[in-house]
Nanobody, 123 residues
């Protein structure tokens, strides 16, 4: 059983940046596709970006391209989400997820979920 714990959220002004972290235990992230999702108030949880097994960011959805970068540090069993040029529309709970196949992310599914970290962007 993989446990995922996100951190790094908070209150930030529009135009600012945040780096979210997700630490895994009970399993090694190198064995999984790792992804980031978010759920805005009153909306469904949606997939944003996957952190590839090497390099940064893959499977970006159009609305976050150029601002969101996902990466992983397999030695630290940690994945990251760098968010730049934040806007109030980015206010949401951000979730880390793990899946045996990255294709599950596009269906907004995963095998393991963190509890999320709140990001609030003020205008």
């Amino acid at each position: 059983q993989v446990q995922l714990v996100e951190s790094g959220g908070g209150l930030v002004q529009a135009g600012g940046s945040l780096r979210l972290s997700c630490v895994a235990s009970g399993g090694t992230v190198s064995r999984y596709a790792m992804g980031w999702f978010r759920q805005a108030p009153g909306k469904e949880r949606v997939f944003l970006v996957a952190a590839p097994r090497s390099g940064t960011s893959t499977l970006l959805i159009d609305s976050v391209k150029g601002r969101f970068t996902a990466s992983r540090d397999n030695a630290r069993n940690t994945v990251y989400l760098q968010i730049n040029n934040l806007s109030p529309e980015d206010t949401a709970v951000y979730y880390c997820a793990a899946a045996t196949l990255s294709d599950r992310f596009r269906a907004n599914k995963a095998d393991y979920w963190g509890r999320g970290t709140q990001v609030t962007v003020s205008s």
